[in-house]
């Protein structure tokens, strides 16, 4: 073979390993895009996460419905987490009214107390008055006109005496039997009031203590 073929033939080979031609310039092999490509698939692969990730590798139309309910799912817990947070703020709303309804209801008590006593002082120094004056003195219309007094104060509380009469039905709410003694009046009827009971808007303070009938006549 003479050296002109040998030239030709080593010009062939070197064509060959250097690829195609692109306007006189040799094509490299596209390793650059080839990279960019992977990266980007990598990069969707990670976008998913959680059970619809897993669901995905076997049906992508099953996945997307798990999807949206991690998606609800996500939504509820928010919700459920913001119930929470308002019902805590209302209890202790609660808790701040009731401590202050129970300081009014003190501060009401005080100052009605602080009215009834007011009302009680000037009593009180009738009564003094009274005992002031002379050993000698009549001091009854004093002590009268002091009970009338009082009797007034204790109406303004709305405060009735409890006083029943002889031959009254005895009330188990509003009385209170000391005795049974054999009298005239029928069987379960007041004979005698021992002590006068008091009541306060319907409500029994003290009940009057009484002697009641047993039914039995001793008159001859």
């Given at each position: 073979?003479?050296?002109?073929?040998?030239?030709?033939?080593?010009?062939?080979?070197?064509?060959?390993?250097?690829?195609?031609?692109?306007?006189?310039?040799?094509?490299?092999?596209?390793?650059?895009?080839?990279?960019?490509?992977?990266?980007?698939?990598?990069?969707?692969?990670?976008?998913?996460?959680?059970?619809?990730?897993?669901?995905?590798?076997?049906?992508?139309?099953?996945?997307?419905?798990?999807?949206?309910?991690?998606?609800?799912?996500?939504?509820?817990?928010?919700?459920?987490?913001?119930?929470?947070?308002?019902?805590?703020?209302?209890?202790?709303?609660?808790?701040?009214?009731?401590?202050?309804?129970?300081?009014?209801?003190?501060?009401?008590?005080?100052?009605?107390?602080?009215?009834?006593?007011?009302?009680?002082?000037?009593?009180?120094?009738?009564?003094?008055?009274?005992?002031?004056?002379?050993?000698?003195?009549?001091?009854?219309?004093?002590?009268?006109?002091?009970?009338?007094?009082?009797?007034?104060?204790?109406?303004?509380?709305?405060?009735?005496?409890?006083?029943?009469?002889?031959?009254?039905e005895v009330d188990p709410h509003r009385h209170e039997v000391m005795l049974r003694v054999d009298a005239e009046q029928p069987a379960g009827t007041v004979v005698d009031l021992y002590q006068p009971g008091y009541e306060m808007a319907e409500k029994v303070i003290r009940p009057a203590q009484v002697?009641?009938?047993?039914?039995?006549?001793?008159?001859?």
């Open positions: 073979m003479s050296d002109d073929a040998d030239m030709d033939a080593d010009a062939a080979a070197e064509d060959v390993e250097s690829g195609p031609a692109v306007n006189g310039e040799t094509a490299a092999p596209d390793d650059e895009s080839t990279g960019d490509d992977a990266d980007a698939a990598t990069g969707e692969a990670s976008t998913e996460t959680g059970l619809a990730s897993e669901v995905a590798e076997v049906d992508e139309t099953l996945a997307e419905d798990v999807a949206a309910l991690e998606g609800r799912v996500a939504e509820l817990e928010a919700a459920l987490d913001d119930a929470r947070s308002k019902l805590t703020r209302k209890q202790a709303d609660f808790q701040n009214y009731k401590k202050r309804t129970k300081k009014k209801q003190e501060q009401i008590k005080a100052r009605a107390t602080e009215d009834l006593v007011e009302r009680l002082v000037p009593v009180r120094d009738n009564l003094v008055r009274a005992l002031d004056q002379d050993e000698e003195a009549d001091i009854r219309p004093g002590i009268e006109s002091t009970l009338t007094e009082l009797d007034r104060v204790l109406e303004g509380e709305n405060v009735t005496v409890i006083e029943p009469q002889p031959g009254d002697t009641v009938s047993s039914g039995a006549d001793t008159a001859e």
